[in-house]
């Protein structure tokens, strides 16, 4: 376990004047995008200086989950479509077809290549849409629905997938199909399910864990597991891996931290 003492703190919305509660974090070149469920704002941290923007987007949507391409962040406003916010600060509505039907049953999403990936948890499988210009066209990724994404928490994926599962397992899949079950055994045990986070790069796949303040990294090809114990900090709600695998940016509640790790 290697113990993180002092993270560098590098932004904290509670210090603004207006509220904004976000859910997730998301990097895209040298900035850091925070997005909220109750507004149609970005919230964006420039790391060359650390300010912060607050980008209007829509007066109608608010977002749910998001994920990047290689130019753009992309939102889940609603069932039936994305945002899209790109580095030229060009904002665009993006179909889903099919829709996804109802949000609540979308536990998480992410992107790979010029794909995004959806975990359903009521439909019980992983729906793969091709990013273009206009219209996103998907369809269902798995071979047949698994029910063994009943109580699936988060997606990452780097040509295979990877699912968390509320018990702490982790299944990989290939092509469709179940691949294997990865199961940590660390003291304290990975009792709940975190979010997920790798990149076809990397060479680690990164658990957060929330209830212990820590970060599992679990090394693709040969198993090894390091646990990053972050004492200090208590509510961590999404983190973000730098393809170099040296550094992470935690969201904390209202706080932005930044570990070398």
Same mark, same amino acid.
């Given at each position: 376990?290697?113990?993180?003492?002092?993270?560098?703190?590098?932004?904290?919305?509670?210090?603004?004047?207006?509220?904004?509660?976000?859910?997730?974090?998301?990097?895209?070149?040298?900035?850091?995008?925070?997005?909220?469920?109750?507004?149609?704002?970005?919230?964006?941290?420039?790391?060359?200086?650390?300010?912060?923007?607050?980008?209007?987007?829509?007066?109608?949507?608010?977002?749910?989950?998001?994920?990047?391409?290689e130019n753009a962040v992309l939102l889940l406003a609603n069932p039936e479509k994305i945002s899209s916010y790109n580095i030229d600060e060009v904002y665009n509505i993006?179909?889903?077809?099919?829709?996804?039907?109802?949000?609540?049953?979308?536990?998480?999403?992410?992107?790979?290549?010029?794909?995004?990936?959806?975990?359903?948890?009521?439909?019980?499988?992983?729906?793969?849409?091709?990013?273009?210009?206009?219209?996103?066209?998907?369809?269902?990724?798995?071979?047949?629905?698994?029910?063994?994404?009943?109580?699936?928490?988060?997606?990452?994926?780097?040509?295979?997938?990877?699912?968390?599962?509320?018990?702490?397992?982790?299944?990989?899949?290939?092509?469709?199909?179940?691949?294997?079950?990865?199961?940590?055994?660390?003291?304290?045990?990975?009792?709940?399910?975190?979010?997920?986070?790798?990149?076809?790069?990397?060479?680690?796949?990164?658990?957060?864990?929330?209830?212990?303040?820590?970060? /599992?990294?679990?090394?693709?090809?040969?198993?090894?597991?390091?646990?990053?114990?972050?004492?200090?900090?208590?509510?961590?709600?999404?983190?973000?891996?730098? /393809?170099?695998?040296?550094?992470?940016?935690?969201?904390?509640?209202?706080?932005?931290?930044?570990?070398?790790?």
């Open positions: 376990i290697i113990n993180i003492s002092q993270p560098e703190k590098i932004a904290d919305l509670s210090n603004n004047t207006y509220t904004f509660n976000p859910e997730g974090v998301l990097k895209l070149e040298n900035n850091l995008y925070l997005y909220e469920l109750t507004s149609g704002f970005l919230y964006k941290i420039d790391l060359t200086n650390n300010n912060p923007t607050l980008i209007f987007l829509s007066s109608k949507d608010t977002f749910k989950m998001g994920a990047i391409t993006h179909l889903l077809k099919p829709n996804l039907e109802n949000t609540l049953n979308i536990k998480d999403m992410t992107s790979y290549g010029d794909a995004l990936f959806f975990l359903d948890v009521q439909k019980m499988n992983i729906w793969k849409y091709a990013i273009t210009e206009s219209v996103f066209n998907g369809a269902g990724w798995l071979k047949a629905p698994s029910d063994e994404l009943t109580n699936a928490q988060s997606i990452a994926v780097d040509g295979n997938v990877f699912i968390s599962k509320e018990n702490g397992s982790i299944i990989e899949y290939s092509q469709g199909k179940k691949l294997r079950e990865i199961k940590f055994n660390i003291n304290p045990l990975l009792s709940k399910g975190g979010q997920l986070f790798t990149k076809a790069e990397m060479k680690n796949l990164y658990v957060l864990d929330p209830p212990n303040n820590r970060i /599992i990294s679990f090394n693709k090809k040969d198993g090894l597991i390091k646990q990053y114990s972050i004492p200090s900090i208590n509510n961590l709600k999404d983190f973000w891996v730098e /393809i170099n695998e040296e550094t992470i940016y935690l969201l904390n509640g209202l706080e932005i931290y930044r570990i070398e790790i």
